[in-house]
């Protein structure tokens, strides 16, 4: 399960006195083509009814992709940001510092919890004018324009997915889902194996991790350079991996 909270702090001083929201992302479907359920938390909204995430393929990007839709479609009943027409004024509700992070709670055991991912929304110096940060351990850190957002009344939750868009796809529209990440196998010696290498981030650092946890090695072969897996070690990984 994923836990993400929502702070009115920079990270470093994120506490359960600053909380604004919360969200938890669990599997409805485990599959490499996954479904989740969704429960929000929002500050002034309480408790917002429980949504999906449908048909999202795993290990094919940052986990900020899937807590974004997340987000959206828990606000919005589809994986679109909350309505953009809101006039930019010279004033507007605002937010000096918003921080999300996500951690991971295998089985949902406490004293196993992780933290993966860290974003930090600051306003700069002219007010509801932002740059936000997003960091993924995976994905290494991703830092946005700058962009103003000026509402009358500022919901949390709604500056997030927005920060969101700007960082990872310069506009006020979520990206393109990304496609499934599956590679082209080769033969070799009557087996089936996948380069390593070739894969894209994040299922190439995760597919590592995982080899590590299952106790397996990759293995090489004559004709690259580089560590390999077995294709069926790959399927399995995107299937099974959490």
């Not at 807590?67 to 006039?87: G, K, M, Y």
């Not at 996948?194 to 981030?201: M, Q, R, S």
Request: aromatic share 10%; proline share 7%.
């Amino acid at each position: 399960m994923l836990k993400v909270t929502l702070h009115t702090a920079p990270p470093d001083k994120a506490n359960a006195f600053n909380l604004v929201g919360r969200l938890e992302i669990g599997y409805a479907k485990l599959a490499a083509i996954a479904d989740y359920k969704v429960a929000m938390l929002a500050t002034g909204l309480g408790e917002v009814s429980p949504a999906r995430v449908q048909n999202y393929p795993r290990w094919s990007a940052s986990i900020w992709d899937l807590v974004a839709r997340a987000v959206c479609i828990s606000l919005n009943r589809q994986e679109s940001i909350w309505p953009t027409d809101i006039p930019v004024r010279r004033k507007g509700a605002y937010a000096v510092h918003l921080s999300a992070i996500v951690e991971h709670w295998p089985d949902g055991l406490g004293n196993k919890r992780s933290t993966i991912a860290t974003a930090h929304i600051q306003m700069r110096r002219r007010r509801c004018s932002y740059v936000a940060r997003f960091e993924d351990d995976l994905m290494g850190e991703s830092v946005s324009d700058v962009f103003v957002h000026t509402p009358e009344v500022l919901m949390p939750w709604d500056l997030f997915a927005r920060a969101y868009a700007w960082t990872f796809n310069g506009k006020l529209e979520l990206p393109k889902r990304p496609p499934l990440a599956v590679p082209l196998p080769f033969e070799y010696a009557g087996g089936s194996y996948v380069l390593l290498d070739t894969l894209p981030e994040p299922s190439r650092s995760g597919i590592r991790r995982w080899l590590v946890r299952q106790n397996l090695v990759p293995t090489t072969v004559e004709t690259f350079e580089g560590d390999c897996v077995t294709e069926r070690q790959f399927v399995q990984f995107l299937e099974t991996a959490v």
